[in-house]
């Protein structure tokens, strides 16, 4: 295929500040910059087109750091990570992905993030899109897909047993569905609202943290889980609990907190990108996508993201 005309300027959300909330001070500006992939010797990086992008927590919560964000990310910026698109330049290394490639994938929190028409990507970080997977889908893989499948993939094996503490939310609905699809036995916390969601995705066990004591309710289990994955940051004792109902050789994985023992990283690893993308063609992992918004409504999105009870993802269409 030949190589798109690449414009100068594009649509893309930014913010200057985030005093107030993220979702309060992005503008729609239609002339921003396009990025320029890299021209230096070595790089593997795609110019995309994006066709739809989606949100996760790190997306305000980055930008909301204050001090520390300005120090990582400059302004004025446009948020997003996680995405979908048609590559329309490459750099001179890149063999694996062709101008016209139907990719998916995320991107670090950059000064140039994915609610934009153009972004730069480095090849290690996106797949083809695979036969049969929509946009959409595709778009709300990335951050949320890859945390729940490198949470989980390095610590199991098929018959143990695992609780994940949030199973309704992004990376709950994508947890439930890889631990089975890797053969686990699977408990999950989640609200009555969200109980026959999870025990669609494949969840053997629900507990109501609404009604019940989740630590408690563990430790009458007796050391018995293999892993236990953490979506949610509360009951504040769970961690400190889990070894009654961890097993000795047990791994605890927290996600979304701000507790010192978290610190979860998101590896480089398109081959694991690529396995997602198979297990969702092949019907294996259903994407969850809640609800569905136009680019004009970006603050929206945010607004829902912000309340903590979004039933999986929520997915931008950037053109």
């Given at each position: ?174 947890s439930i569905q890889i631990a089975k699809a890797l053969g686990c036995h699977v408990t999950v916390s ?130």
């Amino acid at each position: 295929m030949a190589p798109a005309t690449i414009p100068t300027t594009m649509r893309a959300w930014q913010y200057t500040t985030t005093t107030g909330g993220i979702e309060k001070n992005l503008t729609l500006n239609d002339a921003a910059s396009v990025p320029a992939i890299s021209s230096r010797l070595g790089d593997a990086e795609l110019l995309v087109q994006v066709l739809a992008a989606s949100l996760n927590p790190a997306d305000y919560k980055v930008p909301e750091l204050g001090l520390v964000a300005r120090a990582k990310i400059h302004t004025p910026a446009t948020p997003g990570m996680d995405f979908c698109g048609r590559v329309v330049q490459t750099t001179r290394t890149v063999d694996d992905f062709a101008i016209g490639d139907l990719i998916f994938g995320r991107i670090d929190a950059t000064q140039h993030g994915t609610l934009a028409k153009y972004i730069v990507a480095p090849t290690k970080t996106c797949a083809v899109v695979p036969e049969g997977v929509s946009v959409d889908e595709a778009a709300a893989v990335g951050v949320a897909g890859l945390t729940a499948y490198h949470a989980i993939s390095s610590y199991v094996q098929p018959t143990n047993k695992i609780f994940i503490n949030g199973g309704s939310g992004g990376t709950g609905t994508f947890s439930i569905q890889i631990a089975k699809a890797l053969g686990c036995h699977v408990t999950v916390s989640c609200s009555p609202a969200k109980a026959d969601l999870c025990r669609s995705l494949g969840a053997d066990e629900i507990l109501d943290y609404t009604s019940c004591n989740i630590s408690e309710v563990l430790k009458t289990k007796g050391q018995v889980f293999s892993l236990v994955v953490d979506n949610a940051g509360s009951p504040d004792d769970l961690y400190k609990a889990a070894d009654d109902f961890l097993l000795p050789e047990g791994r605890f994985v927290q996600v979304g907190s701000t507790r010192k023992y978290e610190m979860f990283m998101i590896r480089q690893a398109p081959g694991d990108l690529k396995q997602l993308g198979q297990w969702i063609a092949e019907g294996k992992v259903k994407v969850v996508v809640e609800e569905t918004y136009e680019m004009e409504d970006l603050p929206k999105a945010f607004e829902k993201l912000k309340t903590g009870r979004s039933a999986g993802k929520l997915v931008v269409h950037v053109a």
